[in-house]
């Protein structure tokens, strides 16, 4: 994409302010790393950092049928949350029932919610919802792409919260997979306990009004939270062995295949690619994701070829090296009887790496 196509974040001149190396992503220039990807890794994992998320996609949708439109587009079963709460589901093609985008819902008001999909994805789930009002709407919706009027920043690590309750004490108190309204920076934003680098509680989310997202970035910066970048949050989704659309979602994989299937919820009735998982389920996956983790530092790349004894077996997904094991670590496609601690090769530009299945989270995350 040109760069003059590009989308910025509200925080774009923050970035460049602090030297931040910026790239192109999902349509979007973001900062992949201010200063190292190394060390905002590892100061996510020991103390706290502040993401600029902001390609990520935010869906207004609201009304009196809105939350029978989301329990048919969705796989999770919002029954089994409630206003305030979170949850993450699936939006999948009715086809051959592949993920077209992994996505959360912050369930922000009674008939109100927020749905928030990758950022190339933004248009995809507009369409499947609009056709769905069409087709299966119960009452009036109102569906509302309103990614550019705001920021999100996530703010990561075991004293994310501890650190941002000195300036924001309010959205340091959401707790974990809750979202609630919170004044920021003035204004009326929202706050979820959510997250993407691992763990049981990795700290908060903020979606901010853009024109208050600069003054409450600062103020979090101001806090001795650390920014990072998008390389760093790279790793550490991958350290926790979290999937990534475009990599471990998308076409071709369903949510059986990518080893997800608690997000489907069988019981809640029809869902949009219902039939084409359930025959997927009967007849038995073909492939299931899995982790490696190799013996040494040798890092292995998407693309890159597995093999069990001599014979090709998969293909990686997604690698790197891990910060903190500083050993490769990767995700990849294995057939589905291979067992965790089976030896593995990798081909790294054509040199046989070894690796073991191991199941992820490749450390032990809080």
């Not at 190339?120 to 507009?126: A, D, E, G, T």
């Not at 062995?241 to 471990?248: N, V």
């Not at 084409?276 to 530092?297: H, Q």
């Amino acid at each position: 994409m040109p760069a003059d196509d590009l989308r910025h974040s509200p925080l774009d001149d923050e970035h460049r302010a602090l030297g931040a190396r910026m790239v192109p992503f999902g349509g979007w220039e973001m900062p992949i790393q201010y200063t190292s990807v190394l060390e905002e890794h590892r100061a996510c994992r020991e103390h706290a950092v502040a993401f600029d998320v902001s390609h990520l996609g935010s869906v207004r949708v609201r009304g009196d049928g809105a939350r029978s439109l989301l329990q048919w587009a969705l796989t999770n079963d919002l029954e089994r949350i409630e206003p305030g709460k979170t949850q993450y589901t699936h939006l999948l093609d009715p086809g051959d029932a592949h993920v077209v985008d992994d996505i959360i819902v912050w369930w922000v008001a009674p008939d109100g919610f927020l749905v928030m999909p990758n950022a190339s994805n933004i248009s995809r789930l507009v369409d499947a919802l609009r056709s769905g009002v069409a087709e299966h709407g119960s009452g009036s919706c109102e569906i509302e792409d309103v990614t550019g009027t705001r920021a999100v920043i996530a703010v990561q690590g075991p004293e994310a919260r501890a650190r941002l309750a000195s300036v924001l004490p309010d959205a340091a108190a959401v707790p974990h997979l809750a979202v609630q309204a919170v004044e920021l920076g003035g204004t009326q934003g929202y706050v979820a306990g959510t997250g993407y680098t691992g763990g049981s509680d990795p700290g908060v989310e903020l979606h901010v009004p853009a024109e208050a997202a600069a003054p409450v970035w600062r103020s979090i910066l101001g806090a001795d939270v650390r920014p990072a970048g998008l390389g760093a949050r790279d790793t550490l989704r991958l350290e926790a062995g979290l999937p990534l659309h475009g990599h471990e979602l998308g076409p071709g994989i369903t949510p059986l295949q990518a080893g997800l299937g608690w997000v489907v919820r069988w019981d809640k009735g029809e869902f949009r690619g219902h039939d084409a998982l359930l025959a997927e389920k009967e007849r038995g996956v073909t492939r299931r994701l899995r982790g490696l983790l190799v013996d040494g530092r040798q890092i292995p790349r998407e693309g890159c070829a597995v093999r069990i004894a001599g014979d090709d077996a998969g293909v990686v997904t997604s690698g790197n090296f891990s910060p903190m094991l500083e050993q490769g670590m990767a995700l990849a496609f294995l057939p589905p009887d291979v067992a965790d601690g089976t030896a593995v090769e990798i081909d790294v530009r054509g040199r046989e790496v070894a690796a073991r299945v191991t199941k992820p989270p490749f450390i032990p995350l809080p």
